[in-house]
């Protein structure tokens, strides 16, 4: 593990950008509170974002529900594909700004959320452009021969979406592109570490000829301005990606409104090699997954289940790939691995680590802070703990940090028993060269995705989402967009 320096490097426009209070336009006239986001590589301050009281959150949902009235909602499907096309077309102009905004806040490196998370959120809309001309409902058989029954699919109106820290620019994009190809108008509240991408998006979707509310960004803290969007009247639908404490709280508030929710949320995600895996191929996958983006991804393969007699080998991989890793800030041209998001956070993934090692745990590689050039930011070893029991915190709850847990197995009865033995389903990766087995154990694993020989794959066009406490409801797709739609019956007399 080498460490880097931190880079100058902001393009003009994101100095622009951040340079003042970071203010949404549904707060144009905000004189108070604020608060300040922090650059997680160095812990200096970065800029003071607002935090948007009950009665601008009020403005921002009556102004998007007034754009589901008369513009956004009553615009023909190829227009509204128009736009998205044209909204994916600015994304890109301004690929490298966007990236720059996710890098400094969240500390991830910016040259992967620049062909990542940028190239995922364009794909988003993309995917959805093509939609708006392709929403159809049916014609129904009914016992009265001379009436005539049909279906449409309805919009909801305002859809409240909530996002986190981690894929900011990313996750607003799996929101808003659905939302808005079905015909909804959004109001987006991001995490409020990392604001400043989707205030830009905001900006850029009205470049694109978004009409006028149909998309407002309001921020603040969870507590305030995302409590007055989910329980506001006019807002049926929630979408929620976030914490699993959050997620709980939110579906009962839902639950006791009857508004619509879906919900993406954590997972302790059980990656298994067997023996007769290619392992240099698969180690390699495993150590990359644990450590990309620090350990900070919901589907991060955090679990790795090893078949026993190829541990040795899969560990050596791991480390070399660890020892590779150039740990250094967001903004870096160089980092392949940067900080964690806060202080706070890295203290719980480093009390994850030491109550592992008390409890008997090998840690063969890491677990401490990073000292040094980059000791003002919040930056944590790449760590591995080997045979921590199952029901250990750190094997079975979401880190969300560097930290791979790696456990043996010796057969494929063990290994589906501990592997499906989580509240969580999320995601799965299975390694092996035997394809029936993959095709048996896919179907038994408990999770949302399950990936075969490879490990991260995602694509707008392929349904996401958790099973268990990882979530209810599905992102990408046609699932992702039939959970902004309803449907209507309508029945003509003969
Ligand atoms: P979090 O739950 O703390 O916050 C998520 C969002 O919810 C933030 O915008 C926050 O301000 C808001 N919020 C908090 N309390 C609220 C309340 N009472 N009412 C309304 N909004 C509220 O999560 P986080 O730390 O930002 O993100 C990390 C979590 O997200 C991890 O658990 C991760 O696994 C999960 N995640 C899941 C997916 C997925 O696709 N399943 C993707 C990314 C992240």
Redesign the pocket.
Same mark, same amino acid.
């Given at each position: 593990m080498t460490a880097t320096t931190p880079l100058s490097g902001l393009l003009p426009e994101a100095e622009r950008f951040i340079s003042q209070p970071a203010v949404p336009a549904a707060a144009a006239h905000h004189d108070g509170p604020w608060i300040p986001t922090h650059d997680p590589s160095t812990g200096r301050e970065i800029t003071q974002v607002a935090a948007c009281s009950p009665q601008e959150v009020d403005a921002a949902v009556r102004a998007a529900h007034d754009a589901f009235t008369v513009s956004w909602g009553r615009m023909s499907p190829v227009a509204r594909e128009r736009v998205l096309h044209r909204l994916a077309d600015l994304i890109e102009e301004h690929a490298l700004e966007l990236a720059q905004y996710d890098a400094l806040e969240s500390g991830k490196p910016v040259a992967f959320v620049q062909a990542i998370d940028i190239g995922l959120a364009v794909e988003q809309f993309r995917y959805y452009a093509g939609w708006p001309t392709k929403i159809t409902g049916t014609v129904v058989p009914v016992a009265d021969p001379s009436a005539h029954v049909y279906t449409t699919r309805r919009p909801y109106g305002v859809v409240a979406a909530?996002? =986190?820290?981690? #894929?900011p620019l990313c996750?607003a994009a799996i929101k808003i592109a659905p939302a808005l190809a079905a015909g909804n108008t959004v109001v987006l509240?991001? +995490? /409020?570490l990392t604001s400043l991408s989707t205030l830009r998006l905001a900006e850029l979707a009205l470049e694109a000829g978004l009409p006028e509310g149909t998309l407002s960004v309001i921020t603040g =803290? &969870? +507590?305030g301005a995302?409590?007055a969007l989910?329980t506001h009247a006019l807002v049926p639908a929630i979408s #929620?990606?976030?914490? /699993?404490?959050?997620g709980r709280? $939110?579906a009962s508030q839902a639950g006791a409104a009857l508004k619509h929710i879906s919900l /993406? $949320? &954590?997972?302790k995600n059980p990656n298994v090699i067997f023996a007769d895996a290619d392992i240099q191929a698969a180690a390699s996958a495993a150590a990359a997954t644990a450590f990309f983006y620090t350990g900070q991804v919901?589907f991060a393969g955090s679990r790795l289940l090893v078949q026993e007699n190829v541990l040795d080998e899969v560990l050596q991989v791991v480390h070399d790939h660890a020892a590779a890793l150039v740990v250094g800030p967001g903004l870096s041209a160089d980092s392949t691995m940067g900080p964690l998001v806060s202080s706070a956070h890295r203290d719980k993934v480093r009390r994850y680590v030491d109550e592992a090692a008390r409890a008997g745990a090998d840690i063969t590689t890491g677990g401490h802070d990073i000292g040094g050039e980059l000791a003002g930011g919040f930056f944590f070893e790449p760590t591995v703990v080997l045979n921590p029991t199952d029901d250990s915190p750190v094997a079975s709850e /979401?880190v #969300?940090g560097p930290v791979l847990v790696v456990q043996t197995f010796s057969d494929e009865d063990e290994l589906l028993r501990r592997a499906n033995a989580t509240p969580y389903g999320?995601t799965a990766g299975l390694w092996t060269r035997d394809v029936g087995r993959a095709h048996a154990l896919a179907d038994r694993l408990e999770a949302g995705t399950v990936w075969v020989n490879t490990y991260g794959d995602f694509s707008a066009s392929a349904p996401?989402g &958790?099973a268990k406490a +990882? &979530?209810l409801g599905r992102d990408c797709g046609p699932d992702g967009l039939n959970k902004y739609l309803e449907t209507k019956s309508v029945w003509v007399a003969g």
């Open positions: 909530i996002t =986190p820290w981690n #894929f996750q509240k991001p +995490s /409020e =803290p &969870g +507590s995302g409590t989910v #929620f990606t976030g914490s /699993e404490a959050v709280h $939110l /993406e $949320l &954590g997972g919901c /979401e #969300f999320l996401w &958790g +990882s &979530g």
